[in-house]
């Protein structure tokens, strides 16, 4: 298995190369929900390209979920996401000193350093699962030695999201227990292609790729089933994921939450703010949207969060991927 | 000539002003103005207050005005005074009403696909009808699809995949929407057999630019239908369409490589003349590697094709048309260049089209995704020119040949792409003073003439040099063009004549008083 790979390897292209084809537009979960062009990449860069400052699209910079799905449908190849990222640290988050206050109170608390060669970072979601973790790690700790790291770098994934810049003292409390893993699982897809800048000798996987590629899942999936993949990691690392998704479809059969050009539409749309519990989640259209004409029986998540978000909208069951394997 | 814009004549709405900037035609035809001059916003303030009190919002922020400052052509620009997203018929009809009332143009955009600033609003409001893009109703049945007039046709492709249905036929363009498409066409590989977009409404609601919500078709207010079907926008503004659907099917696809233009039109057409294939199209490289590609929606279909047709055609397949380019090249080692050029872009565009996650079993799913994701990656560009000419069956080889000499002239690498219309004979009222040619019978064709801008920024004149060329060609056929508004309105007269155009311009009057409603796009 190759791991991650940053595809967009050219010089650095901005908002003013956007040729406004519009196809960022058709997988923008924001644009769905508004219906409204100033909630999009293609808005975005289209009033920049005309005299707008960052200011002036305070409101649509916020609102991104950062699900990617513009990246890798954009033709010029821009890194959309990063450039909404670097936009956002021209603004001023209300809640930056709280973001930044985690990280100084994180690299107060070093973590010890990683012994094994794979180190899975559960993220916080799935420590809120302790069940569920000790399955993964089982599952995951059957193909070698597995050790979760203690430090998962939650607290600079939200910073990232709010265009902060990490301090490199906080980054090297997180990066350095990590330097001996030659591989690394990260449940948080946000921080997959940061983990490949941040560790460029090791392999960087996301869990979703990792549990789907174990046999023992694979063989449990059903072609009723609608398999939900985590789409920060996909779009992140599309060009190899797609294939490794496109072999499983052929394999087991299973619907997947793609769209016609293959991006996989975010069950939930939760801004930052909403991530921050600051304001209601508000997902329901979308995660219906997801089901909208679809015959299946079963919902198979990668995430957690989608978990929650199904069972809210459908009676169907859920199950997250690692449940889906043979009693260990 | 005149020296600053307070020396322009002013003109009335309806009438078009000598052209200060760009070129005559090679012909020696006078030009006429290309960029309409800026409404000088009279009565806004008075308009924008019966809008609030109203209870529509209109967006001022240059941001929000931003957005809309060009369309896909990249060489018009200019601002509206404020944005109106459309939220419903009755908030349009509430716009519209006003814009009579105060006289203030509105500029009605969908995907903004246009390259003549035909959805640019150089002044006044920009209706952006991208907020009605709701699919309203499936009927899988009937056959129907009920949705609002703003959806792009990617987004309606989405909706109807869910019930194993698709559109009929739609531009090779993901971000083009239904209302936009309706108005111009709309043309797709399958047009041969199918039509054009256009072909495919059953129904529509309009806002009439008075603000009147009419349900129109072929049997009610058929008048209205007829105009604003192919009517670039000019009678009223689409804020649903019922259209036929039909079950999904995935493509079973094959190539013929030429090297004449001539012989892979001839061959096209000799298809379509018996309805050989499901879909067919001709996709070139300069005039060096000419690719015809036909399509079905079944096994039955390809059978039928290779046993009585695929022997006809004169095209190569692959290897064999590598050999051909071989020979060619190395009796004409000059152009070694040109070779080069053919290799690089072949080992581009090849993998885009057979990209295994589009590709089950050897067949093409979704190919509109595979088609636009090309279109826009090796096309696209800020500023794109897309001249095309619209012909009879039997005048299409020379348009074709005739623009192909425009382009070899003007830029080093461009790209052609042909393809038929089937007529409906009883759609007639439809297409006049459209894109379909008045004598075309049976099948219009029509070529798009594409420059690769290679990185290069060319001026507005150059280009507009490059576009008058070849649409010279269209006035000396008796053709017709897919993009006859905006910068190009001046072919108009020429090419329709004056009986034609002055009636349509007193329907114009008689239904927009105020000539608010897309205002210089064709009047
Ligand atoms: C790269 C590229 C590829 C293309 N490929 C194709 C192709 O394969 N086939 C094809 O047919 N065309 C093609 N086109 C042309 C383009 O797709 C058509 O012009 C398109 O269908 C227009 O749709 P739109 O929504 O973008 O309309 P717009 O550009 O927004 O508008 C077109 C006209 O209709 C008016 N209008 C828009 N919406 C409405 C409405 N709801 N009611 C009334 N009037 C309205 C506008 O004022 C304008 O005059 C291509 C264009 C580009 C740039």
């Known amino acids: 298995m190759e791991n991650y790979k940053k595809s967009v390897q050219t010089a650095p292209k901005s908002h003013s190369d956007c040729s406004g084809c519009g196809l960022c537009m058709l997988v923008c979960p924001m644009w769905r929900r508004n219906r409204d062009l100033q909630h999009s990449p293609h808005g975005c860069a289209k009033a920049l390209q005309h005299g707008a400052a960052p200011d002036d699209l305070a409101e649509a910079l916020w609102n991104c979920t950062l699900c990617r799905a513009c990246d890798p449908v954009c033709p010029e190849q821009l890194d959309i996401s990063g450039m909404i990222l670097k936009l956002r640290g021209q603004l001023a988050h209300p809640q930056t000193t709280v973001l930044q206050g985690r990280m100084v109170a994180q690299t107060k608390r070093p973590a010890s350093a990683c012994q094994e060669k794979t180190a899975l970072l559960a993220g916080e979601a799935l420590r809120a699962h302790p069940a569920l973790l000790k399955r993964i790690t089982a599952l995951l700790g059957e193909s070698g030695v597995l050790a979760v790291a203690h430090d998962d770098g939650a607290d600079i994934s939200l910073a990232l999201e709010a265009g902060l810049a990490i301090p490199p003292a906080r980054l090297a409390a997180m990066i350095e227990p990590l330097r001996r893993a030659d591989k690394v699982i990260v449940a948080d897809g946000l921080l997959l292609p940061y983990l490949a800048q941040w560790l460029p000798a090791a392999q960087i996987f996301s869990l979703g790729e990792t549990l789907s590629s174990l046999e023992s899942i694979r063989r449990n999936l059903r072609s009723t089933d609608l398999y939900v993949i985590e789409p920060r990691a996909y779009h992140a690392d599309y060009v190899r994921l797609v294939k490794h998704y496109d072999r499983l479809r052929k394999e087991c059969g299973c619907d997947f939450n793609l769209d016609l050009q293959r991006i996989a539409i975010p069950a939930t749309v939760r801004s930052l703010p909403q991530r921050l519990g600051l304001v209601a989640s508000n997902d329901e259209d979308q995660t219906r949207w997801v089901l909208h004409g679809r015959r299946i029986t079963r919902i198979v998540v990668e995430s957690l969060e989608d978990r929650a978000a199904f069972e809210k909208v459908c009676a169907i069951s859920v199950v997250h991927l690692a449940e889906l394997a043979d009693d260990l | ?523």
């Open chain 2, 1 to 523: 000539m005149p020296t600053n814009t307070s020396e322009l004549a002013l003109t009335e709405p309806g009438t078009v002003g000598p052209c200060h900037v760009g070129s005559d035609a090679l012909q020696g035809i006078k030009r006429q103005q290309t960029n309409p001059t800026r409404w000088n916003g009279q009565g806004w303030t008075e308009f924008a207050a019966a809008l609030r009190d109203n209870g529509i919002e209109l967006r001022v922020a240059k941001a929000a005005r931003g957005i809309f400052a060009t369309d896909a052509g990249g060489t018009a620009y200019g601002l509206p005074h404020g944005v109106v997203i459309a939220r419903s018929a009755a908030q349009v009809a509430g716009l519209l009403k006003a814009a009579q009332q105060f006289r203030v143009p509105v500029t009605v955009r969908g995907g903004g696909l246009t390259t003549e600033g035909e959805s640019v609003a150089f002044g006044g409001v920009l209706l952006d009808m991208t907020g009605m893009s709701r699919v309203l109703q499936v009927d899988s049945d009937a056959l129907t699809v009920r949705t609002e007039g703003g959806i792009f046709w990617h987004s309606l492709a989405e909706e109807l995949r869910r019930c194993g249905m698709d559109y009929l036929s739609a531009p090779l363009n993901m971000t083009a929407s239904v209302g936009g498409t309706l108005g111009v066409g709309g043309i797709d590989v399958n047009s041969p057999r199918l039509g054009c977009s256009a072909d495919q409404a059953i129904s529509l609601q309009v806002v009439t630019p008075t603000g009147d919500i009419v349900e129109c078709s072929d049997t009610q207010h058929a008048e209205l239908f007829q105009r604003v079907i192919l009517g670039y926008g000019q009678f009223g503004v689409i804020t649903e369409a019922t259209l036929k659907i039909r079950r999904y099917t995935p493509l079973r696809m094959h190539y013929f490589y030429y090297d004449s233009l001539r012989t892979a039109v001839e061959d096209m057409q000799l298809l379509n003349r018996n309805d050989a294939s499901d879909y067919s199209g001709i996709l070139t490289i300069m005039d060096c590697a000419v690719n015809l590609l036909v399509a079905f929606d079944s096994d039955e279909r390809e059978a039928a094709f290779r046993a009585n047709w695929q022997r006809h055609l004169r095209g190569y397949g692959e290897s064999g048309f590598a050999l051909c380019m071989l020979r060619r090249y190395a009796l004409r080692p000059w152009k070694l260049p040109e070779a080069w050029f053919l290799l690089q872009r072949k080992r581009e565009l090849f993998p885009e089209f057979r990209r295994p996650e589009y590709m089950r079993d050897g067949l093409m799913h979704d190919r509109a995704v595979v088609f636009s994701r090309a279109v826009w990656k090796f096309w696209g560009s800020k500023q794109m020119v897309i001249p095309d000419l619209a012909t009879s069956a039997e005048k299409f080889v020379e348009a074709v040949e005739r623009g192909n000499a425009v382009c070899r002239k003007y830029f080093q690498h461009y790209t052609l792409y042909c393809v038929g219309i089937k007529l409906r004979p009883e759609h007639r009222p439809h297409y006049e003073m459209s894109c379909i040619p008045p004598d075309a019978e049976g099948w219009a064709y029509g070529c798009e003439f594409e420059p690769m801008m290679d990185e290069r920024v060319y001026s507005r004149d150059y280009l507009q040099s490059f576009k008058n060329a070849i649409y010279d060609i269209g006035v000396d056929l008796g053709g017709s063009y897919y993009r006859f508004g905006g910068m190009m309105k001046g072919y108009i007269r020429r090419v329709f004549g004056d009986e034609v155009v002055d009636r349509h311009l007193a329907m114009k009057r008689a239904t927009d008083p105020a000539m608010i409603l897309n205002r210089d796009v064709i009047f």
